[in-house]
């Protein structure tokens, strides 16, 4: 085994680089988010406001939103103050890694996009969408992750899709 044979083997075992510019930039990321949703919070419209003591629409929004936005602020504060911590244990980015991620976020705005769509009337039937297209995503994202066997790209969107729609759509009645 020759020296370049070796060095091949330990680069691909080593982690990621530290990187202070990527823990500023993800802390930051997390402010705008955590920062944007608090304020969508505050927006909830109220049908009665709540007497003291007691709790209304807003109250949970608010508590998760400042709750979100006092934990970004600690990761930005870290993330200046102190060095970029190792991430040797990270694994460095996969080849197809960045087209997978790309696929991923474009299959889910799709989805999103679709399921603002509740059904469709077809040859006379109401057809409800959400079962379909979830059952479509869920095998998709299997697909772009790898998955090849029958049994993972049919049987378990199918099932998951169901236990989803009993539970939310029948069971807990949530409009879906």
Known sequence: ?????????????????????LEIL?????????ATYLYLGTQIPLRQEAAPGQIDARFWPLLLGVAGV??????????IARPAPSREDIEPIQPGG???????????GLYVALWT????????????????????????????????????LVLYPIAVTAFI????GVLLRVPL
């Open 1 to 21: 085994m020759s020296t370049s044979d070796s060095t091949v083997a330990a680069d691909e075992q080593a982690g990621a680089a530290a990187s202070r510019p």
């Open 26 to 34: 993800f802390a930051a990321v997390a402010l705008a988010f955590t």
């Open 70 to 79: 006092a934990v970004s602020i600690a990761l930005l504060v870290i993330a």
């Open 98 to 108: 960045v087209v997978r991620v790309i696929a991923t976020c474009a299959l889910t």
């Open 117 to 152: 769509v509740a059904s469709v009337v077809a040859f006379g039937y109401r057809i409800e969408l959400f079962p379909i297209i979830t059952a479509l995503f869920m095998a998709s994202l299997m697909l772009i992750f790898g998955q090849r066997r029958w049994l993972g």
């Open 165 to 168: 729609y009993v539970l939310f």
